[in-house]
């Protein structure tokens, strides 16, 4: 039998809060790659604090309360999702020598 591999990151959208994480969809559907960011306390509010916040989690969690995000821009059901820490900060520099 074959493992499936788990992701590691299976942190909640409660951590996402407190962390101060962004989130955002990103279209998939070829070149038209729109993005918008989904406000995470909208998403606490409708699965709350306790909720996965893995794609795929959102993703069927969604499926659950009838809601599926579109690409506004082309009307495609194809997204994607873009997780960005809140411990990011300022720029990376590369270390040259
Ligand atoms: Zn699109």
């Known amino acids: 039998m074959q493992q499936t591999l788990e992701p590691i990151d ?4 409660g ?22 960011e989904i406000i995470v306390a909208w998403l606490v509010d409708l699965l709350g604090r306790n909720h996965s ?9 969604l499926k659950r309360h009838h809601r599926r995000f579109r690409c506004k ?4 059901y194809k997204i994607s ?15 040259t020598k």
């Not at 299976?10 to 959208?13: E, H, K």
């Not at 962004?22 to 729109?34: A, E, K, T």
Request: proline content about 2%; hydrophobic content about 30%.
């Open 73 to 76: 821009r082309c009307n495609g």
């Open 10 to 13: 299976a942190s909640t959208l």
């Open 53 to 61: 916040s893995l794609e795929r989690d959102l993703i069927s969690g």
């Open 15 to 36: 951590h996402m809060i407190d962390n101060g994480d962004q989130l955002y969809i990103v279209c998939m559907n070829g070149p038209c790659s729109h993005g918008a």
């Open 81 to 95: 999702f873009r997780r960005v820490s809140g411990c990011y900060t300022g720029y990376a520099s590369l270390n």
